[in-house]
Structure formats: structure tokens, C-alpha cells
């Protein structure tokens, strides 16, 4: 597994952890509805994957751009369809995506070099 990938998932894991074992109602329930909010529902799985990643493409978070990347790659989506929404992304948020743009195809790359 590339770096960039181990670095993030361990990091995530980790901090997961530590904020989930403080118990925090508030906390818990916004971590179970985005579990939920992304399960199969009236739009599959796939969809709302790329909708999520366009979101957090305009919103500019780095973070939210890998985890939305490894979730399309894991649900099976090509590089073609991932980068479509990429490019929509793009259009929708404006030069100041570009440089999310530039990581987002380094987590990608690294995404399809692990196989």
C-alpha cells in the first residue's frame, strides 16, 4: 500500500478513535448518519460516492476529497468516472479546486498503483 494511502487511513483510524471514545452523543450520531447517508438507498452506492467526492471537491477538504477517492475506487468506479466528477467539481468550484484537483490525482494514482 502506497504511503500517502497507509498515512491516511491509519491517521483517520486513529483519530476516529480517539474522538469516538470520548462518548460524545452529538459526535456519535453525526458519524452514524454519514455511515448511513452513504449506504445503498434510492441512489446506489456508486452515485452517492461521486456526489460526496464533488462536494468535498467544491468545499476544498483535502481529507474529505481521499476518503470520498478510496470509497469510489472500493465500490468499483473506473478512473473515467471518477475523473467526469472530478471535472465537474472543477467547473462548479473554480480555479481554486486545482490544487485539491492536482492531490486528488496523486490519491487516485496511488489508489491504482496498490494492485
Known sequence: MSDIIKEFNDYRSRMNDAIL????????????????????????????????????????????IKYHLQSCYEAGLNKEQVVEALSIST?????????????AYEFWDALEAQN
Open 21 to 64: 471514545a470520548d462518548n460524545n452523543k452529538i459526535i456519535k450520531r453525526i458519524f452514524n448518519l454519514d455511515t448511513n447517508a452513504f449506504s445503498e438507498g434510492a441512489l446506489d452506492v456508486k452515485t452517492k460516492e461521486l456526489l460526496g467526492l464533488v462536494a468535498s471537491t467544491v468545499l476544498r477538504c483535502d481529507d474529505c
Open 91 to 103: 467547473l462548479v468550484g473554480g480555479t481554486i479546486v486545482i490544487p485539491h484537483l492536482r492531490r
